[in-house]
């Protein structure tokens, strides 16, 4: 526990948040560590249960506007002190079971654009696990239509509290990192879900805002992955870990030539996909 993000940041002063999900297979019951605010969940986006604050209760309100509301809530009342702060804003959207909030059941989304790899029609040079597979076009279009609608709610909490920092004047001081935490396949290859060798299962959007530091619209080249957001963060934050860490700061100059990439076998019933690791190149 001592290596996680919120450990350095909580001994360095700053007030800890986190507000969503928290971690795969965490029991609800269990406070999440060296956080100083929480109301961590489940899966469910209707009527799902909350730790908040060490109390274990169910919440019938859309997860995502629940957690918009922790999260706001936590950064107008800190930045009215000395403090600084960190939250973690994790919510459920775009993950199975794919529920939009009642306000955008029906709302219209683009048309999934299809690509060779959605066409292939000729799989017998996959493995077995990956040819028997029959993901077709139409589940892909219903699958994507809702996580977008699923994400709709997303895009308000965030555009809510970008704007709460700018109103707060807290936007300059603030570093905003977006992504997310795996890709999705669409039917390339037959396939959907996460956890695959293939390169839409592993691409992630990572998005970064700090007004004063990094130019707008600016584009980074480098290959950055997950192991990178703790060292950036502690950077900004001119905290220094007293251990080695994998990912480097995005905040200074450096490139890298690979990515290793590692998947072990999951439970049922997702047990199909094998142990597998690979080095992604440019």
Do not use: C
């Amino acid at each position: 526990p001592k290596s996680m993000l919120q450990y350095y940041l909580k001994q360095a002063g700053y007030q800890t948040a986190i507000f969503g999900k928290y971690f795969n297979g965490w029991p609800l019951d269990v406070d999440p560590p060296h956080f100083d605010r929480w109301a961590v969940t489940s899966y469910l986006y209707y009527g799902a249960k909350f730790n908040i604050q060490g109390k274990v209760q169910r919440v019938q309100r859309y997860s995502t506007s629940f957690i918009s509301d922790k999260a706001a809530n936590f950064i107008k009342n800190t930045s009215q002190g000395n403090d600084p702060w960190f939250a973690y804003v994790a919510p459920v959207a775009a993950h199975a079971p794919f529920q939009p909030d009642r306000r955008y059941k029906r709302a219209a989304v683009t048309p999934l654009q299809s690509s060779p790899a959605m066409s292939e029609s000729n799989r017998t040079d996959k493995p077995r696990w990956v040819s028997e597979e029959s993901f077709g076009p139409r589940s892909a279009a219903d699958v994507r239509r809702q996580q977008l609608r699923t994400l709709l709610t997303a895009d308000d909490m965030i555009g809510r509290l970008l704007r709460l920092l700018d109103e707060m004047g807290e936007a300059d001081n603030t570093l905003v990192i977006f992504l997310s935490d795996n890709g999705y396949l669409w039917g390339e290859h037959g396939l959907d879900d996460k956890r695959l060798p293939y390169l839409p299962s592993v691409r992630i959007p990572l998005l970064v805002r700090w007004p004063g530091h990094l130019a707008p619209g600016a584009t980074d080249g480098r290959m950055a992955a997950t192991i990178d957001i703790a060292p950036t963060v502690l950077s900004a934050a001119s905290v220094i870990p007293d251990r080695g860490m994998d990912g480097r700061s995005l905040t200074v100059p450096w490139d890298r030539q690979r990515l290793l990439l590692e998947y072990e076998r999951d439970d049922p019933p997702f047990e199909k996909v094998p142990d597998w690791a690979a080095t992604l190149t440019r």
